[in-house]
């Protein structure tokens, strides 16, 4: 998608400072690795569980030094889902919750991108932790069916 860009698209994401982005040539990532990532990244500690069973705790420079956005600046601070519902219509959902910050794109640059990803990261790993906790979660009745030989149905709660 990079590649398509034009001479005064790539310009307006270096003024952003977003001009890292550009250089990214990246065709796919190993699912093994992303699996890796996402098993291993704890939410409510912001951490991964590194091979040597040390944690890394994730902050907002870490994103900077991997992703060369803009740091410090002001917080972003994301508008409630039913806020952004009842402001914007749906075919902009993902953008909603900041679009407040966006709308002047001579401010872009100034926001603090990199506590954004951390928060962002920490938030959508603590949804999928959820989910994937809801999805495993075996009745009591159905473990005792199944360890007495019976058929159960599988229920999740």
Known sequence: M???????QTGVATSMGFASFLKVDLKQISGKFSKWLVDSFDPYSASFMLLNGQMFKVIAFDAY?????????????????????EEYDENCYYGKSILKYIKDVNQIASLDWCKFVVQKLISSM?????ASLQKGCTSMEDLALKSEG??????TY
């Open 2 to 8: 990079v590649a398509q860009l034009n001479e005064a």
């Open 65 to 85: 030094v991997t992703l060369v956005v803009p740091i410090g600046g002001t917080e972003i601070i994301e508008s409630s889902r039913s806020l952004a519902d």
């Open 126 to 130: 603590s949804i999928t932790r959820r």
């Open 150 to 155: 019976g058929a159960s149905e599988k229920r």
